[in-house]
Nanobody, 132 residues
Framework: QSQVAESGGGLAQPGGSLRLSCVAS????????IGWFRQAPGKEREVISTISRGGADASKAYVEAVKGRFTISRDNAKSTVYLQMNGLKPEDTAVYYC???????????????????????WGQGTQVSVSS
């Protein structure tokens, strides 16, 4: 069964760091684009970062709210995509999801809402809480 699963969430202090992992199983990660999404209480789910299919040449994109603080990367050999989150803020508190899609599009395009249906496999989410 093809699926993705997130891990690495938890409680962090403002200014702290967490690294989320998205592990794919049941399929080879290389040709899949990955998106990281989050949903805060009372808010809609939003995309925050994407990485295109491929390896070292994969394109990466971020929304303004996390640009310069979050870094997305992929290790196809480990079937894992990471989201390194530094400089965490209380407003980063949310459930974080990863999703995989067999998509040919660039990371920048995949940030757009109209490309949401490019993602086929969704994880169950991992809670990130930022508080002092």
């Amino acid at each position: 069964q093809s699926q993705v699963a997130e891990s690495g969430g938890g409680l962090a202090q403002p200014g702290g760091s967490l690294r989320l992992s998205c592990v794919a199983s049941g399929f080879t990660l290389d040709p899949y684009a990955i998106g990281w999404f989050r949903q805060a209480p009372g808010k809609e789910r939003e995309v925050i970062s994407t990485i295109s299919r491929g390896g070292a040449d994969a394109s990466k994109a971020y929304v303004e709210a996390v640009k310069g603080r979050f870094t997305i990367s992929r290790d196809n050999a480990k079937s894992t995509v990471y989201l390194q989150m530094n400089g965490l803020k209380p407003e980063d508190t949310a459930v974080y999801y990863c999703a995989a899609g067999l998509s040919p599009f660039s990371a920048e395009l995949l940030l757009q809402k109209r490309y949401l249906n490019e993602f086929d496999y969704w994880g169950q989410g991992t809670q990130v809480s930022v508080s002092s």
